[in-house]
Antibody, heavy 125, light 107 residues
Framework: EVQVVESGGGQVEPGGSLRLSCEAS????????VSWVRQAPGKGLEWVSF????????YYADPVKGRFTISRDNTINSVYLQLNSLRAEDTALYYC??????????????????WGRGTTVAVSS | DIQLTQSPSFLSASVGDRVTITCRAS??????LAWYQHKPGKAPKLLIY???TLQSGVPSRFSGSRSGTEFTLTINSLQPEDFATYYC??????????FGGGTKVEI
């Protein structure tokens, strides 16, 4: 079965750090880009970060720039999200999603076609 | 930057209804838009990408269209399993991969 599974969430105090992991099964993650998306309690989906298949392109949403770092280890089919300087507003369910590629003329774009069930991050004192 | 404005935010409908959800982009994004379905406690599910391409395995009662910067998700003959929250997302990686605010479809 094609799936991704997130892990690493937990409760942390403001200013603390966590590292989230995303592991894939049923497909080779190294050939896909990956995004992280979060959902705060009672709120909608919010895109957090994106990493290309080889790790050469990395993008971040403004609220997490400078605090979160996305990375990957293609030798073990895993993607990571390092969360530093955590704030209460980072409390959310964090989803990992495989990003498949499509093309229009000479431009590639990516859509999230395989999602995990998420890992919860709670930031409070 | 880019904003995606979904309307309505809430929608009450009945089984068998035809439902239309709109997503307006604050700037041109060509066809770089996807629609997702999300149910509580479940992983989000891709329905449409490239504005109108139906994802494999998604029922044909779901369809997407585009007119300029306005995108539409249509569900023909709403089924009980379709009651969920729907989100649009822009897919151009040169911009933030922003989601719309969501549309909750309720009975």
């Amino acid at each position: 079965e094609v799936q991704v599974v997130e892990s690493g969430g937990g409760q942390v105090e403001p200013g603390g750090s966590l590292r989230l992991s995303c592991e894939a099964s049923g497909f080779t993650l190294s050939t896909y880009s990956v995004s992280w998306v979060r959902q705060a309690p009672g709120k909608g989906l919010e895109w957090v970060s994106f990493i290309s298949a080889r790790g050469s392109d990395r993008y971040y949403a403004d609220p997490v720039k400078g605090r979160f770092t996305i990375s990957r280890d293609n030798t073990i089919n895993s993607v990571y999200l390092q969360l530093n300087s955590l704030r209460a507003e980072d409390t959310a369910l964090y989803y990992c999603a495989r990003a498949s590629r499509s093309q229009l003329l000479n431009f590639y774009y990516y859509y999230m076609d395989v999602w995990g069930r998420g890992t919860t991050v709670a930031v409070s004192s | 930057d880019i904003q995606l404005t979904q309307s309505p935010s809430f929608l009450s409908a009945s089984v068998g209804d035809r439902v239309t959800i709109t997503c307006r982009a604050s700037r041109g994004i060509a066809i770089y838009l996807a629609w997702y379905q999300h149910k509580p406690g479940k992983a989000p599910k891709l329905l449409i990408y490239g504005a109108s391409t139906l994802q494999s395995g998604v029922p044909s009662r779901f369809s997407g269209s585009r007119s300029g910067t306005e995108f539409t998700l249509t569900i023909n003959s709403l089924q009980p399993e379709d009651f969920a929250t729907y989100y649009c997302q822009q897919l151009n990686t040169y911009l933030p991969l922003t989601f719309g605010g969501g549309t909750k479809v309720e009975i």
